[in-house]
Nanobody, 119 residues
């Protein structure tokens, strides 16, 4: 069974940095798409950064220029490096993965890791 485990969240001061990790296990087929989403209190979950097979990436306007999504294929791990953090970055960050198999899309979510940006 596919499992996603996030780590790296915590408390950081404004202007600080964090690197979030998402380790994927149980994947017997090629990963099509991985992404980071976040959900702040009272708000809907939103896309933060997107990685697709082939290495293409996209970012939400709110984090573009200060965040980098990357993937270590050997470790089957997705990363989100976040710099110049702002209080509005405070949220639970979730890892997302989907796989195409036999013409069907299978989607998976991690349990999330809390990021709090506060002075």
């Amino acid at each position: 069974q596919v499992q996603l485990v996030e780590s790296g969240g915590g408390l950081v001061q404004p202007g600080g940095s964090l690197r979030l990790s998402c380790a994927a296990s149980g994947t017997n087929f090629a990963i099509n798409h991985m992404a980071w989403h976040r959900q702040a209190p009272g708000k809907q979950r939103e896309l933060v950064a997107d990685w697709r097979s082939g290495g293409s990436t996209d970012y939400a306007d709110s984090v573009k220029g200060r965040s980098t999504i990357s993937r270590d294929d050997a470790k089957n791990t997705l990363y989100l490096q976040m710099n110049s953090l702002k209080p509005e970055d405070t949220a639970v960050y979730y890892c997302y993965l989907d796989v195409l198999f036999d013409g069907r899309l299978f989607e998976y979510w991690g349990q999330g890791t809390q990021v709090t940006v506060s002075s």
